[in-house]
């Protein structure tokens, strides 16, 4: 476990994060030209987008960006999981490589952080330590320990300076995109930046995070198909988040149980979502499939991360009852009121993309309007609305950005689809979702 291949260190100044983009940017130039070099000796005269998006260049990108870890990998995370239907396929490959678990950091850089978060002697705290995280992601690591009193914890630690890097980490991906002419120009990802800083800020603040985690325990009291871990007063801090340690099996990996397994999976994690949206108006808005476990025995959804909790307003919770519930009527006129209760169409936008949008919404609750049991496995709804949403954004003047809102519910549920595809979950989302149609 001490090959030196596994780790990458954090860099931790801004200096040298930026440093680490700046070379990212000339290396991907220098990849351009080399590139332009070879077609035009072979009689090709090349487009830029085709210099820039190269095998090479992609991995190059996709590296720094893990490298980096932080608010770099996770605005690559943000733009793949919600402008993927907007984007060259290379790029959404590039960006969905940032999905995948990060290099964790050396352990030298692991214990001077817990040193600073638990004093110099914070082992003698615990029975058993593991220096190899079970898991390494964008903002943090996690670790399995065992306290000097018999408790089985997940430690969250952060990665050092991350959170001091988070502006400054947008606005130089941002500036890397927009020089490298990686997002087309029609594409305004400003306000997705901007809601970016403020989402991060708030997933770095390990004391809001285990506010969250002991507000859904409140919620879900009396609800004993869910499982979620207590947090650990005495350990946790602003930047080391610690809960009892729950087992179970990761959801994605759960496609070789029985097909009443995997349906139950999906069908609780519907059920969790539509009470979020329309009781608790408080939504755990990341897709990561790492956030989910599943007590096969117990046949309990475990709920492990909250780091991405959104609270929604009573206006926005009811838009969006109003739109399913249009959808599941074919009532194409209340769901494109709901959608502008919801915020779309602030901006001005022509009636034919009007129209449009409104018909990839139709698609999207396909699932909804279907009575029965959904067959998420051979439907082809993820597609069909990736192509819709990919045609609609290059056509000139149908572009319309989202409001941030929606950007982050559509998230969770796209990646609730994909999910139940994966698993081919048969599920009757239009029964689940019916209790919450209002009369």
């Not at 801004?14 to 070879?38: D, F, I, N, P």
């Not at 430690?155 to 941002?174: C, W």
Request: proline share 4%; with cysteine; charged share 20%.
């Amino acid at each position: 476990m001490n090959d030196k291949k596994q780790y990458a260190k954090v860099p931790s100044s801004r200096l040298s994060r930026l440093a680490k983009l700046g070379s990212l940017a000339t290396k991907v130039a220098s990849g351009m030209v080399a590139e332009g070099a070879k077609q035009l000796a072979t009689g090709h005269r090349p487009k830029v987008s085709d210099l820039i998006l190269t095998p090479t260049n992609i991995k190059r990108v996709a590296d720094q960006l893990a490298e980096l870890r932080g608010a770099a990998m996770k605005v690559g995370q943000l733009l793949s999981m919600d402008s993927g239907d907007i984007l060259p396929p290379q790029l959404t490959e590039l960006l969905s490589r940032l999905q995948a678990n990060a290099k964790p950091m050396p352990i030298s850089q692991l214990n001077h952080s817990l040193e600073q978060q638990w004093g110099s002697d914070w082992q003698q705290q615990f029975s058993q330590f593991s220096f190899y995280p079970i898991a390494a992601a964008s903002i943090g690591q996690v670790h399995k320990a065992t306290t000097q009193d018999g408790r089985l914890l997940a430690l969250k630690i952060q990665y050092p300076g991350i959170n001091k890097s988070i502006d400054s980490d947008v606005n130089n991906v941002a500036t890397l995109l927009n020089i490298s002419g990686l997002v087309p120009k029609q594409v305004d990802v400003s306000e997705l930046l901007s809601e970016a800083k403020k989402q991060l800020h708030a997933e770095a603040d390990y004391l809001l995070e285990a506010q969250y985690v002991k507000k859904y325990q409140q919620l879900l009291a009396t609800d004993s198909r869910y499982v979620l871990p207590n947090i650990a007063e005495d350990l946790t801090t602003e930047h080391i988040l610690a809960m009892t340690f729950v087992g179970g099996v990761d959801v994605d990996q759960l496609v070789d149980q029985p097909q009443t397994v995997r349906n139950h999976v999906i069908e609780l994690a519907f059920s969790l979502l539509f009470r979020e949206i329309f009781e608790f108006r408080l939504v755990q808005t990341d897709p990561n499939f790492a956030n989910y476990r599943y007590d096969i025995e117990a046949k309990k959804l475990v709920l492990l991360d909250f780091g991405a909790t959104r609270e929604y307003s009573e206006v926005i919770a009811e838009g969006y009852r109003q739109l399913m519930a249009g959808a599941i009527v074919d009532d194409q006129s209340q769901m494109l009121a709901a959608l502008k209760q919801i915020g779309f169409f602030s901006q001005p936008i022509e009636p034919q993309a009007q129209q449009a949008l409104l018909a990839l919404y139709v698609q999207a609750c396909e699932p909804l309007k279907y009575q029965g049991e959904y067959d998420f496995g051979q439907s082809t709804m993820v597609r069909r609305i990736r192509d819709a949403g990919s045609q609609l954004s290059m056509k000139q003047g149908y572009w319309h950005t989202p409001p941030v809102d929606a950007i982050f519910l559509h998230r969770k549920l796209g990646g609730l689809y994909l999910l139940a595809a994966k698993l081919k979950a048969r599920v009757n989302v239009h029964k689940i979702f019916l209790s919450y149609v209002t009369e």
